[in-house]
């Protein structure tokens, strides 16, 4: 083998999901990508992408196989078992001996299926919260001897299970298949035939990732009208290629948010429009986070909007939900807020169960308090990257609770973190409570 030119990362995009914990947490598998993989073949100068770095002028799907089969090597990331990423690997040891490497965060390592866990999958550290600076390090050291190790080696065993069990088989059945005179001829294949490449504006068309930097961009200078045509053309080029389907639902969320953050064509109007995006996807009833989110967000604004209780009721549902299958701060502190609220409505119309509402907003509000207090006590707390809004969640918490000197002592440690969009956040969370006369 010549010294490699290319690595391709077989690996899913933005934040996903994993329960090898048996709960829910989401792992940010672009900073895997540019945090761990990416410098290790950057020092090697060996070029290193996704599928999603490549123009989005063509099939990503043809573009993703065309990389699998052709590049010198592959690195495939198993930390949330995607379905595509494990797919993805299988075509790649179906089609080359070695030089494909597995690596996995290590809350899965002890969830990974049978027919890999008896080969090398090299294991990482990745929280909720990303991956500690102290873990990149020693990960991005280990795994470039590794790296190296094999490239100077050409000679290592085959890391292809195919390869390593079917070998003699696979060598009679090309050896067979070209005395027959119908072996394939890979490199004439139409998967490999030039991408044909639009010209947009003049320039060469651009990445699905850099189409969805662009979107991210517009969205947090809320150029809202701009991020709803970045994200619907990205929804699109997802629809269309097999490969990017898991984002769907992600894109999904960002179109929903982007609809009711436009207030267009007026504030009402748009967050009608994201309530029936979220019934079209079924928001309720599913078991995403950040579906749940926004439709517990949306239904408290419609709520504030309209003081219709209906409205109150599907938020706190929301709410409820993703706490229970995340057991997090941000819904559990929701909940405690439309909790307290409905206690609040109930008592004012004479219903006895207004207390049994109130006691459970207390449980929870507790149990959000230990949470936060909790994650302060962590190592590393000051370079998470939440901590403003684990402050704040732990101010309201006391506010709850009638505790205004820790309520104090707590807000004073957010403003220390100077994020102006927190601030105003929990300026305006604390007007809402005021209004509402819940303390």
């Given at each position: 083998?010549?010294?490699?030119?290319?690595?391709?990362?077989?690996?899913?995009?933005?934040?996903?999901?994993?329960?090898?914990?048996?709960?829910?947490?989401?792992?940010?598998?672009?900073?895997?990508?540019?945090?761990?993989?990416?410098?290790?073949?950057?020092?090697?100068?060996?070029?290193?992408?996704?599928?999603?770095?490549?123009?989005?002028?063509?099939?990503?799907?043809?573009?993703?196989?065309?990389?699998?089969?052709?590049?010198?090597?592959?690195?495939?990331?198993?930390?949330?078992?995607?379905?595509?990423?494990?797919?993805?690997?299988?075509?790649?040891?179906?089609?080359?001996?070695?030089?494909?490497?597995?690596?996995?965060?290590?809350?899965?390592?002890?969830?990974?299926?049978?027919?890999?866990?008896?080969?090398?999958?090299?294991?990482?550290?990745?929280?909720?919260?990303?991956?500690?600076?102290?873990?990149?390090?020693?990960?991005?050291?280990?795994?470039?001897?590794?790296?190296?190790?094999?490239?100077?080696?050409?000679?290592?065993?085959?890391?292809?299970?195919?390869?390593?069990?079917?070998?003699?088989?696979?060598?009679?059945?090309?050896?067979?298949?070209?005395?027959?005179?119908?072996?394939?001829?890979?490199?004439?294949?139409?998967?490999?035939?030039?991408?044909?490449?639009?010209?947009?504006?003049?320039?060469?068309?651009?990445?699905?990732?850099?189409?969805?930097?662009?979107?991210?961009?517009?969205?947090?200078?809320?150029?809202?009208?701009?991020?709803?045509?970045?994200?619907?053309?990205?929804?699109?080029?997802?629809?269309?290629?097999?490969?990017?389907?898991?984002?769907?639902?992600?894109?999904?969320?960002?179109?929903?948010?982007?609809?009711?953050?436009?207030?267009?064509?007026?504030?009402?109007?748009?967050?009608?429009?994201?309530?029936?995006?979220?019934?079209?996807?079924?928001?309720?009833?599913?078991?995403?986070?950040?579906?749940?989110?926004?439709?517990?967000?949306?239904?408290?604004?419609?709520?504030?909007?309209?003081?219709?209780?209906?409205?109150?009721?599907?938020?706190?549902?929301?709410?409820?939900?993703?706490?229970?299958?995340?057991?997090d701060y941000y819904n559990g502190i929701n909940a405690c807020f439309m909790l307290y609220l409905l206690a609040k409505l109930q008592k004012e119309q004479s219903n006895p169960e207004?207390?049994?509402?109130?006691?459970?907003?207390?449980?929870?509000?507790?149990?959000?308090?230990?949470?936060?207090?909790?994650?302060?006590?962590?190592?590393?707390?000051?370079?998470?990257?939440?901590?403003?809004?684990?402050?704040y969640t732990i101010a309201e918490a006391y506010l709850y609770k009638g505790m205004k000197d820790k309520q104090i002592e707590f807000e004073a440690l957010a403003l220390k973190c100077?994020?102006?969009?927190?601030?105003?956040?929990?300026?305006?969370?604390?007007?809402?409570?005021?209004?509402?006369?819940?303390?």
């Open positions: 083998m010549s010294y490699p030119k290319s690595c391709f990362v077989i690996i899913g995009y933005g934040r996903k999901p994993s329960y090898a914990t048996g709960s829910l947490r989401e792992l940010n598998l672009d900073e895997t990508f540019e945090d761990l993989i990416k410098p290790v073949f950057d020092d090697l100068k060996i070029d290193c992408y996704r599928a999603i770095d490549k123009n989005t002028s063509g099939s990503i799907d043809k573009l993703m196989l065309e990389e699998i089969l052709n590049a010198d090597l592959v690195v495939a990331d198993l930390s949330t078992l995607n379905a595509n990423v494990m797919w993805e690997l299988g075509v790649r040891h179906a089609l080359k001996p070695k030089h494909t490497f597995m690596i996995c965060e290590k809350e899965q390592m002890s969830r990974m299926p049978f027919d890999i866990n008896h080969f090398v999958v090299y294991k990482y550290t990745h929280t909720p919260d990303g991956i500690p600076g102290r873990e990149a390090k020693r990960f991005k050291e280990e795994f470039k001897e590794v790296v190296s190790r094999a490239i100077a080696d050409n000679s290592l065993d085959n890391d292809s299970p195919v390869y390593t069990f079917l070998g003699d088989v696979w060598k009679r059945s090309i050896t067979a298949a070209a005395d027959a005179g119908s072996l394939i001829d890979f490199k004439g294949m139409n998967i490999l035939s030039a991408t044909e490449i639009d010209l947009i504006d003049g320039r060469q068309p651009e990445s699905f990732s850099e189409l969805m930097n662009r979107a991210e961009l517009a969205k947090k200078s809320e150029n809202y009208e701009l991020a709803l045509q970045l994200f619907s053309k990205a929804k699109t080029i997802a629809e269309q290629n097999i490969t990017l389907r898991d984002n769907l639902q992600w894109i999904q969320a960002r179109l929903i948010l982007c609809t009711y953050k436009s207030k267009n064509p007026t504030e009402k109007e748009a967050y009608l429009k994201a309530q029936q995006m979220l019934e079209d996807v079924k928001a309720l009833h599913s078991n995403d986070i950040e579906l749940l989110g926004l439709n517990g967000a949306v239904q408290k604004r419609l709520f504030e909007l309209t003081s219709e209780e209906i409205y109150l009721q599907g938020g706190l549902t929301s709410y409820l939900k993703g706490y229970e299958l995340k057991h207004w207390e049994d509402t109130n006691d459970e907003a207390n449980s929870i509000r507790n149990k959000v308090l230990k949470i936060c207090i909790g994650l302060t006590e962590e190592k590393g707390f000051d370079t998470t990257k939440d901590k403003v809004w684990i402050y100077d994020d102006q969009s927190a601030n105003s956040s929990y300026s305006d969370q604390k007007k809402k409570i005021e209004h509402y006369e819940l303390v």
